[in-house]
C-alpha cells in the first residue's frame, strides 16, 4: 500500500478516530485543531498535530496543505466553518477533500462547492447499526449505491462444513461470496471448493433484495 498524506481538520471524535486508524494503516497523518489540550494529547498518536485557526487560509498556505494527498474537514459542530474551510481547502489545490456532514442540506453545500467527499457518520452508523440488529447473521454493512450493498454475515451452523459450490448464492440468489474472513486470515476470491465453518464470516456483494433473500434463506435454515 502506497505511503499516503493526510490532514485532519478538527480533533473531535470522529476526527482523531479518523487519524488515528489512518497512521496505523502505515500513513501521514496531521491533526489540525484550535484546542491546545486536543492537539496534546494527539502529538504522541499522529504524526504531527498542530494548534490552528483552518479557517485562515494563511494558516494553512504556511502549513502547506497543498501537497497532502487527502484533507479530511471533520469539522461538525460549526457548519459556517467547515464549508469555508472546505473551500479553501479546494482553492489551495488539494487533490482530494473529504468532508464530514451533519444534515442533508450540509451536505448539498458542500457538494455545490466542490467537496470531492462527503460523508454521514452518525447517519450511516445508525443505518448500519438498525440493519445488524434486525438481522441476526449480519456483522456488518456498507451501502455502495442506492441498489448494491457489502455485507459480512456469519456463517450459522447449518451451513458449516458446505463448500462454496453447494452454498452457490450467486446461482440461487445473484449475490456473490468475494472473501472469507478465518480465525487464520482473510481468503480473497474465494474458490468454489473453500469449505465454510462456524467461525467463519462471509463478505456479500449483490442488490439489498439478493443478500436479503440469501440472508433470510441462512436464517430459515438455522
Known amino acids: 500500500m502506497e505511503l499516503q498524506q493526510f490532514a485532519v481538520v478538527g480533533m473531535g471524535r470522529f476526527g482523531s478516530s479518523l487519524a488515528q486508524e489512518l497512521v496505523e ?44 494527498d487527502c484533507a479530511i474537514v471533520a469539522i461538525g459542530n460549526d457548519l459556517q466553518t467547515s464549508i469555508l474551510v472546505s473551500i479553501q481547502m479546494k482553492e489551495l489545490g488539494v487533490k482530494k477533500v473529504v468532508a464530514k456532514a451533519v444534515s442533508e442540506l450540509h451536505g448539498r453545500v458542500l457538494e455545490r462547492i466542490g467537496v470531492d467527499r462527503v460523508i454521514y457518520p452518525e447517519r450511516d452508523m445508525g443505518i448500519r447499526v438498525a440493519h445488524q440488529l434486525v438481522s441476526p447473521n449480519l456483522l456488518d454493512y456498507i451501502e455502495l449505491s442506492k441498489d448494491y ?34 480465525p487464520n486470515g482473510v481468503i480473497i476470491a474465494p474458490s468454489a471448493e473453500d ?19 440469501f440472508e433470510d434463506s441462512i436464517g430459515k435454515r438455522r
Open 195 to 213: 469449505v465454510l465453518q462456524d467461525d467463519d464470516v462471509m463478505v456479500v456483494i449483490g442488490t439489498n433484495a439478493q443478500i436479503d433473500q
Open 25 to 68: 494503516l502505515g500513513h501521514q497523518v496531521l491533526g489540525i485543531d484550535k484546542d491546545e489540550e486536543v492537539v496534546s494529547e494527539m502529538n504522541n498518536v499522529l504524526t504531527h498535530a498542530v494548534v490552528a485557526d483552518a479557517a485562515d487560509e494563511d494558516v494553512l498556505r504556511s502549513l502547506g496543505i497543498r501537497n497532502f
Open 149 to 182: 450493498t457489502i455485507a459480512e454475515l456469519s456463517v450459522p451452523g447449518t451451513l458449516s462444513g458446505k463448500t462454496l459450490k453447494d452454498v452457490n448464492p450467486r446461482a440461487r440468489y445473484g449475490c456473490s461470496i468475494v472473501a472469507l474472513h478465518k
